[in-house]
């Protein structure tokens, strides 16, 4: 399966955005999808992962609130909308695949998207 994801730009604080990771390829449904981000100067955080089959949503703590995760397996698409958007929210966000069952691992990701940018700024 190939990855792309898209829906970052340029967003007031207190704003919303939802991004989108769009997936070709076969047996989409088998593969679980996290979501991921990586802001200047800092390592890629685990954000977010939804399972194959069930839709089972997990989230990082320091994400809960703010961050929703879904998939429609008829578009092959999962999103992530954020809400009340932060500065401290500007990073590149990632979206990756594994196989069924969701993890807070980036290395056990098989595959990625190339990232979108999302920037907080006024």
């Known amino acids: 399966v190939q990855l792309q994801a898209s829906g970052g730009g340029l967003v007031q604080p207190g704003g919303s955005l939802r991004l989108s990771c769009a997936a070709s390829?076969?047996?989409?449904?088998?593969?679980?999808v996290g979501w991921f981000r990586q802001a200047p100067g800092k390592e890629r955080e685990w954000m977010s992962c939804?399972?194959?089959?069930?839709?089972?949503?997990y989230y990082a703590d320091s994400m809960k609130g703010r961050f929703t995760i879904s998939r429609d397996n008829a578009k092959n698409t999962v999103y992530l909308r954020i809400d009340s958007l932060k500065p401290e929210d500007t990073a590149v966000y990632y979206c990756?695949?594994?196989?069924?069952?969701?993890?807070?691992?980036?290395?056990?990701?098989?595959?990625w998207g190339q990232g979108t940018l999302v920037t907080v700024s006024s």
């Open positions: 990756a695949a594994k196989y069924i069952m969701c993890s807070n691992y980036s290395g056990a990701y098989d595959e």
């Open positions: 390829g076969s047996a989409w449904d088998y593969y679980a």
């Open positions: 939804i399972s194959s089959f069930d839709g089972t949503t």
